[in-house]
DNA sequence: AGCCAGGAAGTCC
DNA sequence: GGACTTCATGGC
């Protein structure tokens, strides 16, 4: 068990922000969290987190996954105070990080999210676990691991398209098909050495990948922080808020968070 | 019943 | 290089 005090974490916020889709609520503030091949349990209670791991594997693994050597205050404190709109959207979504995730469940992810919904999303990404993943267990309960390429690899068009996948499931068989090709080890590496151009190109040169999909990829895959998608949802918030643009150089380094807290501020206030 | 969802490819010009 | 269409599918 690991216990720490954390600003700026908010695990039902993160949860329901739209950037993971595999975590298992498990009650209000409690989710088991399976990540780059392991698995953890956190709790919260204000800001003190509990995980189920040892502090070894929290340090070597979970602390990173949640970004916290960012200084997510900082950033908050950076906004300008001019902006109402941003500083009411930051406010709400405090607690929002930018995890960083497995490369290839992302770019899986969120191939599936194009022209779909958060539910629908969640459901075919953990279809895909439960079908190609590996069923491990941790303590008492059991949870599935997501699929690699390779296990991937083994699916056809139509299985995906049981999963609900649709016109993507064509997607998915071609881009498993790709990065098998160049073997997903190399691929990776390459992605991870490039830089945000030169990643942008490698990923929309990939069927089914087009410019919000890579910058998504960016973002949560590879953690380039200044990626900013352009989604539905921010597409009408910059219409509606900012005519004149959105300063994204003034927030250089980190406005791919600042897209988080809008993102999820307008799922927000759309559902009321 | 039609519109929307963390869009992209195909097809025109 | 843009605009326009098509692509599955579930939720509201």
């Known amino acids: 068990m690991v216990e720490r005090h954390i600003s700026c974490l908010d695990l039902d916020q993160i949860a329901a922000s739209g950037q993971c889709f595999t975590w298992q ?22 800001e ?43 406010r709400y979504g405090r607690g929002i990080r930018v995890l960083r995730q497995d490369l290839w469940e992302v770019l899986v992810s969120f191939l599936i999210s194009q022209n779909n919904n958060i539910g629908r999303i969640t459901r075919s990404v953990q279809g895909l676990c439960r079908r190609w993943g590996e069923e491990r267990r941790a ?64 990923l929309t040169g990939l069927y089914g990948v087009g410019k919000k999909v890579a910058q998504c990829v960016c973002l949560f895959g590879l953690h380039q922080v200044d990626a900013f998608p352009v989604d539905t949802h921010i597409r009408r918030v910059l219409e509606a808020h900012y005519p004149a643009g959105f300063d994204l150089e003034r927030y250089k380094g980190y406005g791919g968070i600042l897209q988080q807290y809008l993102f999820y501020y307008d799922l927000a206030v759309k559902s009321r």
């Open 25 to 46: 609520r498990l009650g209000e503030g409690h989710y088991g969290i399976p990540a780059r091949g392991s698995y953890v349990e956190a709790e919260q209670r204000g």
């Open 48 to 90: 003190r987190l509990v995980f189920s791991c040892g502090e070894t594997e929290f340090e070597a693994l979970w602390a990173d996954y949640f970004d916290l050597s960012t200084d997510y205050e900082a950033i908050q404190a950076a906004i300008d105070p001019a902006d109402g709109y941003l500083r009411a959207a930051a």
């Open 139 to 202: 303590g008492s309960r059991t949870y599935w691991s997501f699929p690699s390429p390779a296990a991937l690899a083994g699916a056809s068009e139509s299985d995906f398209a049981a999963l609900g996948l649709g016109y993507r499931a064509r997607y998915l068989v071609r881009l498993t098909a790709e990065v098998e090709a160049a073997g997903y080890e190399d691929w990776a590496r390459r992605l991870r050495a490039a830089g945000s151009e030169e990643a942008m190109e490698r």
